[in-house]
T-cell receptor, first 113, second 112 residues
Framework: DAGVTQSPTHLIKTRGQQVTLRCSPKSGHDTVSWYQQALGQGPQFIFQYYEEEERQRGNFPDRFSGHQFPNYSSELNVNALLLGDSALYLC????????????FGQGTRLTVV | SQQGEEDPQALSIQEGENATMNCSYKTSINNLQWYRQNSGRGLVHLILIRSNEREKHSGRLRVTLDTSKKSSSLLITASRAADTASYFCATVLISGYSTLTFGKGTMLLVSP
């Protein structure tokens, strides 16, 4: 049973560019959440998708956007990259969007130079 | 913002010893979860304790929850070098949404 898979594992982008990160949820899961983890910090919630709609959003600017596809996979897009966007981006999947256990992928390490 | 705060920030022990990490939070919760992270990679779910539970066990892990003090503790018994990792507590608020609010974590080093 494949767990949560994220791609790519590492990415280097230049300030001002745009980036797309991808996530495939654990088999049977229909909800995907994205988190940003800066070095030495705990993960911060970005947003959550369920039934192809954004259900919850954390305190992140509109430069961060996402999408969920009919097969439940998801993308995180970040526009106009800033140096401060350098972080580990984690995708988590769960069954349903109410108080359930989340399973995390290995993350995408984004470095903005 | 980060709701949970782990204590201590770092903990260094010898193999075979017990490790205790504490977590405090600010607002009422539906449940609290503990996660483990190796070397800045993905998070591994360890245990979930609901607000109406006081203690849960899973293998060498014991978690307690005191909702009156808004605190939780994670005890790892008979620690092994392989337990070296960062440990995070994460709360799910009573709103019903399964979004997690993490603390900054405790870095545990277990020496052989």
């Amino acid at each position: 049973d494949a767990g949560v898979t994220q791609s790519p594992t590492h990415l280097i982008k230049t300030r001002g560019q745009q980036v797309t990160l991808r996530c495939s949820p654990k088999s049977g899961h229909d909800t995907v959440s994205w988190y940003q983890q800066a070095l030495g910090q705990g993960p911060q919630f970005i947003f959550q998708y369920y039934e192809e709609e954004e259900r919850q959003r954390g305190n992140f600017p509109d430069r961060f956007s996402g999408h969920q596809f009919p097969n439940y996979s998801s993308e995180l897009n970040v526009n106009a990259l800033l140096l401060g966007d350098s972080a580990l981006y984690l995708c988590a999947s769960s069954l349903g969007w109410v108080n359930t256990e989340a399973f995390f992928g290995q993350g995408t390490r984004l470095t903005v130079v | 913002s980060q709701q949970g705060e782990e204590d201590p920030q770092a903990l260094s022990i010898q193999e075979g010893e017990n490790a205790t990490m504490n977590c405090s939070y600010k607002t009422s919760i539906n449940n609290l979860q503990w996660y483990r992270q190796n070397s800045g990679r993905g998070l591994v779910h360890l245990i979930l304790i609901r607000s109406n539970e006081r203690e849960k066990h899973s293998g060498r892990l014991r978690v307690t929850l005191d909702t009156s003090k808004k605190s939780s503790s994670l005890l790892i018994t008979a620690s092994r070098a392989a337990d070296t990792a960062s440990y995070f507590c994460a709360t799910v608020l009573i709103s019903g949404y399964s979004t997690l609010t993490f603390g900054k974590g405790t870095m545990l080093l277990v020496s052989p």
